[in-house]
């Protein structure tokens, strides 16, 4: 608790560009709990370096993802927005918590296997121990809860795991986090494989509407939208395509299902993939103002990283000074 909140975390990476999916899926549901929480969001470069990475582009794109949270609606005021590479308790708390976490658990995760097989050439031990790290960024900050979404579910268990361990043996020390798993429809899928998660890493341009998007590349993807032979607009599990774009117009109108089904009766596709263009179209074209309009203010991004930097260091160095004394590190001489 910091006041009389509930504490919240949750980060991104700024590897690839962000998706309407990023968008729908999390950053739209961030802003609406920064009034209930006291949230923590931090870009977490720290967790990005795992695979290889252009320095200068991702410095670029930590930054971009930044400003996006703020034009994404997330107040910097009231919501502590934040690099990981600026406080390094992270780093030092992921160092302990590796003591307490076993290789038998770390070769469960699923994602390690996955990303593993794809960067066949780099399986480093940053890698591997990327769950510690992530349980570290929730710990540091007493997270009571944490916005993920299903494929990071196994990490946030495990992040209880080490935690209640951890308790355990010292007493209570970390909050036991809990998943936040957003409300329903966000999930967005592939436009060219609706079976797939639309992702900031797919090779398929196609696949995903990327938040810098233009209207008209917005609509070109729509029009190719993978669909079915059906021609039908329904909303069942046998159309996953016209599935993903009802989720999609219903996510950006905020319009149900049944609504949207209605609406569209007897239409065409052709009519009902424009539409939903439309309608991601009129969602981000506030977002890209803002964004780019923040953009220019270079002293009020400074501001920002600065100003929250130190608020969530003042946190992290909180925790992190109880659990080296828990540990037994000598306490320091002032
Ligand atoms: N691993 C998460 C992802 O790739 C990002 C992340 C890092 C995170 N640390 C976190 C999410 C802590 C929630 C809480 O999506």
Known sequence: M??????LFSGMQATGSLTLGNYLGALKNWVSLSDEYECFYSVVDLHSIT???DAAEL?????????????????????????????????ELAWILNCFTYMGELNRMTQFKDKAAKHADNINAGLYTYPVLMAADILLYQADVVPVGKDQLQHLEITRDIAQRFNGIYGDVF???????GKVGAKIMSLQDPFRKMSKSDENPNASIYLTDDPDTVIRKFK????????????????PGIRNLIDIYCACTGKTPEETVKEFEGKGYGDFK??????????????????SQLQQDKAYIDGVIKNNAEKANYYATKTLRKVQKKVGFPERVR
Request: with cysteine; net charge positive.
């Open 274 to 291: 424009m539409a939903v263009g439309e309608s991601v179209v009129d969602v981000l074209r506030p977002l890209q103002e803002r964004f």
């Open 175 to 181: 909050t036991i986090p809990q998943a936040y798993v």
């Open 59 to 91: 410095r670029r794109r930590a930054r971009n993802l930044l400003t996006l949270y703020i034009a994404a609606g997330l107040d910097p005021e009231k919501n502590c927005l934040y690099y990981q590479s600026h406080v390094s308790g992270h780093a």
């Open 51 to 53: 695979v290889r990475q």
């Open 224 to 239: 190719r939208a993978v669909t079915d032979s059906e021609a039908n607009i329904a909303y069942r599990e046998e159309q």
């Open 2 to 7: 910091i006041g009389d909140k509930k504490v």
